[in-house]
C-alpha cells in the first residue's frame, strides 16, 4: 500500500533553516508529482509546494523564495528545504501526491519556530 513517512521536523528559532525528509512506498515513485502540505494549529491543512516528475517545481506565496522542494527518485524520497523561517511556519508538515489523496496522509513532522 501507498505510504509517505515524512522526518526531520524540530525545533528552530526564527531565521534558521530545517530540511525535512519523506520517505515514500507503494507505487512507482519517479512517475508522480509530489506535495508537501502543512497544517497551522487551528486552521485546515494547506499546499505549501510541489514537484512533477520532471522537476518542475512551484510554491504558495507564504513560503515561495524561502522554501525549495526536491526529489531523489533512485530514494523514493522527496525533500523540503526551509530557509528563513519565521514563527508563523509552526505547523505539521505532511507529504502525498499532488493532488493529495485522503487515505495517503501520515503521521506528519511537527516544526516549531521559536526563540
Known amino acids: 500500500q501507498v505510504q509517505f513517512v515524512e522526518s526531520g521536523g524540530g525545533l528552530v528559532q526564527p531565521g534558521g533553516s530545517l530540511r525535512l525528509s519523506c520517505a515514500a512506498s507503494?507505487?512507482?515513485?519517479?512517475?508522480?508529482?509530489l506535495g508537501w502540505y502543512r497544517q497551522i494549529p487551528g486552521k485546515q491543512r494547506e499546499f505549501i509546494a510541489d514537484?512533477?516528475?520532471?522537476?518542475?517545481?512551484s510554491y504558495s506565496d507564504s513560503v515561495k523564495g524561502r522554501f525549495t522542494i526536491s526529489r531523489d527518485n533512485a530514494k523514493n524520497t522527496v525533500y523540503l528545504q526551509m530557509n528563513s523561517l519565521k514563527p508563523g511556519d509552526t505547523a505539521v508538515y505532511y507529504c502525498?501526491?499532488?493532488?493529495?489523496?485522503?487515505?495517503?496522509w501520515g503521521q506528519g513532522t511537527q516544526v516549531t519556530v521559536s526563540s
Open positions: 502525498n501526491l499532488r493532488p493529495a489523496r485522503p487515505d495517503y
Open positions: 507503494g507505487f512507482i515513485f519517479s512517475l508522480y508529482p
Open positions: 514537484i512533477t516528475s520532471s522537476g518542475t517545481a
